[in-house]
């Protein structure tokens, strides 16, 4: 009790210091829980400062059809946020001698393809492996996830049937699922027991989480589960994530349990020697930029501190987790509702409520004026395909500036280079002519592109069939009214709309064609965010 006190007296000497005592603090906090009304879904809300709880509460109910209440006990599930336990069980694994992050992940699922290139376990722990998302892969093909109740075997079937990478191993950063699904593979090929048996032996009972175990079979009894809800119009309606899959998400816990978790890990008592450095450690990227992401967790700057943080969602529960180091400052956050996706979580609220904003605005200059003629421009001005993944790009030029179809004007910093916000446009003019666009991590290349002529003749080209041994699934290429239009069957139809010569955008993500040597249309390919061309040839004209 005199540690509780101490800590909430230091924490109110911070706040005063601010202007702004305790009292006042968690009356602005019941302010921004109003948004959870008393008979509708809510959310669990802990705070702990050193170590020890300073506050935790609960709005809203946890099951609308029994009427039952939310509580501090009540489990909801954290999405993401259960990546951190996923990693920390393969890093105690390697401090066991029974694996290294440095080994190649064939070594444990020789299932996977061999990529002509090793894919390191801390590749795939900090989002750098390239595998795809096999949940994204499954929603091009038609079954999203929770329309089919997956399993991790499920997971590593998709994996082992991609015949690409997103990119090569440690080039960038795209968040995967399927490392994590993997993972949990790997630990019960390694330790004999489950990731959840593992888990519970080696991490929640040592941790005191005594309300936390893993969705690993969504059939069981779990007493206490908040049931998850969407909001359509003015109707609640259950959203749960029923699948067996695990390891990448699915764990069912308490913000108390969380708190305890970091109080646990980040005062060095996880892992003899601690683990928490190597939970920390990040990697950079092949061109020797820094990846901001460790084990299943991101580690990063908000407000002028630095915060170890990690967020979640899976179907419609909610969470965050995060931790200030500085300030020795954990929030804990846990919703059983997708409601307020459009807006700031309410942790995040807190968050700017209690910790300081500390960054001084420093006005940026304007880059240096460099004129080119509007004839310079007209030059680099049409379509361009991003070389990596199909996506489009045009610039035009508008009121005597060169503009892109993405948004924003170029300002030209010499003769093929432009600057827009923070990131660096180069133009090499050629055959054809490439565009690079710099960013602080990473460098995306386009080569320029013929601009779309859908004439009937053109249109009849792409009609046909077209298979996905990746995805197990057809598309057909149909034309509807005088336009091209993507069919999945039973009644999924995508309407088409041309960028590039071949290259089109559909409501899901990007799509794009290819031809043989005589310029047949032989591939479809499809990307979104975390599933790279993903193939599909064409089998009937």
Known sequence: MKKIFLSLLLFSIHLISNAQTWQDTLS????????YKPAGPGCQLAISRNGQVIFSRAWGMADLEHNIPLSNNSIIEAGSVSKQFTAAAILLLEQ?????????????????PDYGTP???RQMMQHTSGLKDWGSVMDIAGWPRSTKTYSNDDALFVISHQKTLNHIPGAEYIYSNSNYNLFAIIVERVSGMSLAEFTRIHIFEPAGMKHTEWRNNFKKIVPNRAIAYEKTDDTYLTNMPNEYVYGNGGLLTTAEDLLLWNNYYLSGKFGSPSLLPKQLTTYPFNNGRMNPYGAGLSIYSVRGWKIIAHNGATASYRANLEHFPELGLSIAWLSNSSEFDGGPNISIDVRNLLV???VVSDKKSDPTPF???NEKLAVYSGWYKEVRNGGSLRLFVEDGKLANSRGGTLIPVAENAFMINDNRIEITPGKPTKLSVITAQDTTAFVAADSPNLDEKTMKEYLGDYWSEEAEAKFSVR????????FQAPTTEYLLTPTYRDGFLAPPGIVYFERDKKARVNTLKFSVSRARNVEFKKITQ
């Open 479 to 486: 034309v509807k009214e005088g336009k091209l239009i993507l």
């Open 371 to 373: 004129t080119i003629s």
């Open 28 to 35: 602005l906090i019941e302010k921004m829980a109003e948004r």
């Open 96 to 112: 066991q001698g029974k694996l290294s992050v440095n080994d190649d992940v064939r070594k444990y699922v020789p299932e996977l």
């Open 356 to 358: 300081k904003n500390r």
């Open 119 to 121: 894919i390191l376990l």
